[in-house]
Nanobody
C-alpha cells in the first residue's frame, strides 16, 4: 500500500516562492512516475509537473517557474515554485504511478 503525504503549502504573496514536499511510504520504485497535479475551485485537476527517472515534464503554465525534483533515498518528490501568481492558487496533489494520490496541500497566492 502506497501512501503519499504532502506538505509545504500555505499563503504567499504574488511573486513569492514555496517548496512542496511529498513523502512516500510503502513499496515504490525509483523508476516509476511521480508528480504534482493541482485543482483550482470549479476546475478539473491538471498536471503541473512529473518526473520519470531523470526525465521531467512540465505544464506550459509551470515552465520556467517551477522545478520538480526527486530524492529516492528520502522517498520524496519536491516542487519548487517561484514567481507565484494568483492563478497558481489551488490544492496541489502528489501522484505516484498506478493511481496513488496524496491528500493535497492548499496553495494560496494573494496579496
Amino acid at each position: 500500500q502506497v501512501q503519499l503525504v504532502e506538505s509545504g503549502g500555505g499563503l504567499v504573496q504574488p511573486g513569492g516562492s514555496l517548496r512542496l514536499s511529498c513523502v512516500a511510504s510503502g513499496t515504490i520504485f525509483s523508476w516509476n512516475l511521480m508528480g504534482w497535479y493541482r485543482q483550482a475551485p470549479g476546475k478539473k485537476r491538471e498536471l503541473v509537473a512529473i518526473v520519470i527517472g531523470d526525465t521531467t515534464n512540465y505544464a506550459d503554465s509551470a515552465k520556467g517557474r517551477f522545478t520538480i525534483s526527486r530524492d529516492n533515498a528520502k522517498r520524496t518528490v519536491y516542487l519548487q515554485m517561484n514567481s507565484l501568481k494568483p492563478e497558481d492558487t489551488a490544492v496541489y496533489y502528489c501522484y505516484y504511478a498506478e493511481g496513488h494520490w496524496g491528500q493535497g496541500t492548499q496553495v494560496t497566492v494573494s496579496s
